[in-house]
């Protein structure tokens, strides 16, 4: 059931509202501010910046030497004409590029020798892909890309012999989601999220998110409301409330928070705190081209929740 918006005023920092991004603010030496955006043509030089002010000593050696590999391996898959190989290319890339960025951020102090993680099998009388896993696999001390990338991101790790079901995870994969709904011969599961928007109540104190969905984003699939935070997980987080608002000609359903955030000093110091109860439940695409970032909801089936990635 809709029930009315909570009252409040959309959160403004310097007469603009916060853009809602994953690391929207930082912390200075007293409280939060606004996080910069830079502008750059490529990410590789910013990379290195970052290694450079992070790490010192054999550390920072490792870290700018994996970020080189991971940018040859990025332009040689990206030039190559031979389209078998470019997928390889990438997840060398990747790889590396996850070796730089858990040294960055201490999940590993150095890399001698790493493993990937993860192994493939199939059942058996089972058919490829279909019927594979791919399980988590840690051997003895030595780091493990996976675990390290996932602790990086989400401060969690799985145990050994962690099953994933492949055909689960394909279609969590934004990029090239169609070519699996094609594929399947299913609708798709993604549903793009127009803006998240921060309000706050300065009267009670309180600050909440607000999620903005075109509401024939899901009338396309018929998707319904209810199914929409179910299977996306916020069924106890978010809730729809009543909205008049319309972009052009298409209107927009709002979902808000459930339980706003208290604060007393500024609003904005507990945005960080909104943005990390979002954030398992969002996928992201970046692009070359306006608005450069995208939010989106997967709308996982009950079945498959066992294999959800954050």
């Not at 899901?218 to 106890?236: C, D, M, P, Q, Y």
Request: charged residues 25%; proline residues 6%.
């Amino acid at each position: 059931m809709t029930t009315a918006a909570r009252t409040g005023k959309t959160l403004r920092v310097k007469g603009r509202p916060i853009p809602f991004s994953v690391y929207p603010v930082k912390r200075t030496t007293r409280r939060f501010g606004l996080q910069s955006k830079i502008f750059a043509t490529s990410p590789w030089g910013v990379i290195k910046q970052v290694v450079e002010d992070s790490l010192n000593g054999p550390q920072k050696e490792q870290a700018l030497a994996f970020m080189e590999q991971a940018q040859n391996f990025y332009q040689i898959a990206n030039s190559s004409h031979l389209s078998p190989t470019k997928p390889l290319l990438f997840y060398y890339s990747f790889l590396n590029i996850v070796k730089t960025l858990s040294l960055v951020k201490g999940t590993q102090t150095h890399y001698e020798r790493a493993a990937h993680g993860l192994s493939e099998s199939t059942t058996a009388g089972g058919n490829e892909f279909h019927d594979s896993v791919v399980t988590v696999k840690w051997v003895g001390q030595s780091p493990r890309l996976f675990n390290d990338l996932k602790k990086t991101l989400s401060g969690k790790t799985d145990p050994q012999n962690r099953p994933y079901t492949l055909k689960n995870v394909t279609p969590q994969l934004l990029t090239g989601h169609r070519v699996w709904c094609a594929a399947a011969g299913t609708e798709e599961r993604f549903v793009e999220i127009e803006r998240v928007e921060f309000r706050f109540d300065e009267a009670k104190k309180e600050v909440w998110a607000e999620i903005n969905i075109f509401s024939d984003d899901l009338t396309r699939f018929n998707i319904t409301r209810k199914r929409l935070l179910t299977e996306a997980g916020v069924s106890t987080t978010f809730k729809e409330v009543t909205s008049a608002e319309k972009k052009g000609d298409r209107k927009l359903l709002k979902f808000e928070q459930i339980k706003p955030t208290k604060y007393t000093g500024r609003p904005s110091d507990k945005i960080a705190d909104i943005v990390k109860t979002l954030k398992p439940f969002m996928w992201f695409s970046v692009t070359t081209v306006p608005p450069y970032r995208k939010s989106y909801l997967y709308l996982c089936p009950a079945a498959e929740k066992n294999d959800m990635l954050p």
